[in-house]
């Protein structure tokens, strides 16, 4: 049997490859799960096994946006300790956080996809990092949401071994054991990790960070990893409070800890990165080191504008994440693509700092090279699988932008009329395909009041 074709026609293109190449008006064609032909004007005559064509006249298309840091659990915590930074906003939000069970995460997870699948987001990662005991099965609660919404998910599996006893931040009750994590870790890494192109679902090995691990658990995570051919995930240099417990603990900057444990590599991306000297980027440019750059949520934690032209210049592989919605409650990354642009531009580079095109190939190849996917994904090229958007411009908040690009990353977030995850169907007009939005909006909110002591 012929393979099934959809043809998107007379929609701008923005295929976000090696040149950036544009197209005013084109074409795309997809064959089953990948991009078969891409180009201007409309596609190619006498095409076979046609089932659907689509008039994208007064849209844009690009590759779908990734997202590359969340903490999916964090949906049922927004609107808390809304002003304070990082080490008290931890504090304050541990003792509910370790309280979470396996309905809590499930619920939270299938939220916060839903709410980015709908704004174009077709990749997610994850860093889930706390498990208390008795929980149940918290990664198979994402598995079990990722796939109901047919979002492809990188799932960090996180870790956290110091509490406060031992000079960490997180409470005591809210770790587990250095062997108990670790071995956890791999089992994670056995049950549900897919290296195939196509895979919907890859397992990082991820200790959560310099003030809640072991120097032990970053070196045997580091080990583990690499022994299994996984990513690894960290946060790193986020605040001027983690710099200084680094150096107040290890007698050295954040950077030169994380190198010191094996955590520099071009297999390894880091949260936020905010606080980088000079030898910390060229650190990270010779190792090949990957950032999820999280604007959004920097901003509410107060903790500062991070370099990202500098980290670009330098060569370092750059994508944005979302960061958990209880310091990003948007909860999308279409706004990070327009406050990367807008914050980055009040630091010392100013207007130069970032432009449209470069903010949108952060969320889309940038965030697939962090990820270990660009050859797979983050671009609209023949032979990648078919992850792609199609946003409509030509409404109330974008018809007088002339530049769709400019339209996208400045303007209103747009609707998606489309967005294919391996050629299927994810979105259509606005609105989810394979969830019901008020039953997850329901089991979110009942999930949340749980959390918060209001529901048994």
Known sequence: MAEQRLVIENCALATVDAHDTEYPAGHVVVAGSRIETVGPGPAPAGLTGVTRRIDGTGHLATPGLINTHHHFYQWLTRGLA??????????????????????????????SLAMMARGGVTTAADHHYIFPRGAGDLVGAEVRAAAELGVRLTLARGSMDRGTSEGGLPPDFAVETTEGALLATEQAIDRHHDASPDSM??????PCSPFSVSTELLRESAALARRRGVRLHTHGSETVEEEQFCRELFGTGPTDYLASAG?????????????MSDEDINAFARTGTGVAHCPSSNARLAAGIARIPDLLAAGVPVGLGVDGTASNEAGELHTELRNALLINRLGAHRERALNARQALRLGTYGGA??????????????????????WKLDGIGHSTIADPVAALVLGAAAPVTLSLVGGRPVVEHGRLLTVEEDVVARAAREQARRLAGLLT
């Open 82 to 111: 809304q002003d304070a930074h990082l080490f008290d906003w931890l504090v304050a939000l541990y003792p509910t956080w370790s309280r979470i069970d396996e309905p809590m995460v499930h619920a939270a997870a299938q939220g």
């Open 201 to 206: 679902l890859q397992i990082a090995v991820a």
């Open 263 to 275: 955590w520099l590599g071009p297999d390894v991306w880091m949260a936020h990165c905010v606080h």
């Open 369 to 390: 090279r962090v990820l270990g996917r660009e050859q797979e994904t983050g671009s609209l090229e023949p032979g990648k699988l078919a992850d792609l958007v199609l």
